[in-house]
């Protein structure tokens, strides 16, 4: 039996920094997730720091960028998906929200997160609970705490596709 095609997609808000944004990508294809690059990113795509985070991981993942927020806003809608945004500000727990296959998780620069247009177009707003007095947590690893919690609720972590096979 094939694995199914990889239900959720990491989009990635004009991001600063390519050491984190090619770790994300590598979080992406040890899991089964595609991912999305909003531009203009801090960096180019074939920059050797984003390379070398990613590592030969790359290949492993379809890495989609878009020109602009309005391109990725116009691809989203066409393709009917719903847009989950990791934000510190968020009204909703991670813990307490349902996700669906075909959702895309989206996380904002390092620098600044999203601006307010785009964290209004979200279908939701999730904070990942920390301690108190605490800002964030590096975006990246948020990334990756969204995206296990995602697939663990639709039994999509490698685990457990394998316990299925």
């Not at 964030?136 to 299925?164: D, H, Y």
Request: net charge positive; aromatic share 6%; glycine share 6%.
């Amino acid at each position: 039996m094939a694995e199914p095609s990889a239900p959720l997609l990491l989009a990635l808000f004009e991001p600063d920094i390519a050491q984190n944004a090619g770790a994300m990508m590598r979080t992406c294809a040890c899991l089964g997730v595609d991912a999305s690059i909003i531009e203009p990113a801090g960096f180019r795509i074939n920059d050797s720091r984003f390379r070398r985070a990613g590592m030969d991981y790359l290949d492993a993942l379809t890495i989609k960028t878009h020109d602009s927020w309005a391109d990725f806003a116009a691809w989203r809608a066409s393709s009917q998906r719903r847009l989950v945004l990791l934000t510190t500000r968020g009204p909703a727990c991670l813990w307490d929200f349902a996700f669906r296959e075909g959702d895309i998780i989206l996380v904002g620069r390092e620098s600044a997160g999203v601006p307010q247009a785009v964290s209004a177009a979200a279908d939701s707003r999730l904070r990942i609970p920390i301690r108190p007095r605490l800002r964030s947590l590096n975006v990246g690893i948020a990334a990756t705490i969204a995206i296990t919690e995602a697939l663990r609720q639709l039994g999509r972590l490698p685990s457990m596709i394998e316990r299925k096979l």
